[in-house]
């Protein structure tokens, strides 16, 4: 799995939750500061946070 940033530069929050890429503002804030497995951990995370506000049709349409 890639540790590549996952920002789509749409930053809008739910929950304290970006819409856009699933991570938290902690998460967000602290990105550069992870080492990989942190960042895996994350991303993990945070892809089952979209799929749960895609279910609830908050998470913004591309």
Do not use: H
């Amino acid at each position: 799995m890639s540790t590549k940033d996952p920002c789509i530069s749409v930053c809008k929050f739910d929950d304290d939750i970006c819409l856009g890429c699933g991570r938290s503002k902690r998460e967000i804030k602290s990105w550069k500061k992870m080492d990989k497995d942190e960042k895996r951990s994350v991303l993990a995370e945070s892809a089952m946070r979209l799929v749960k506000l895609k279910a609830s049709g908050r998470r913004k349409k591309k």
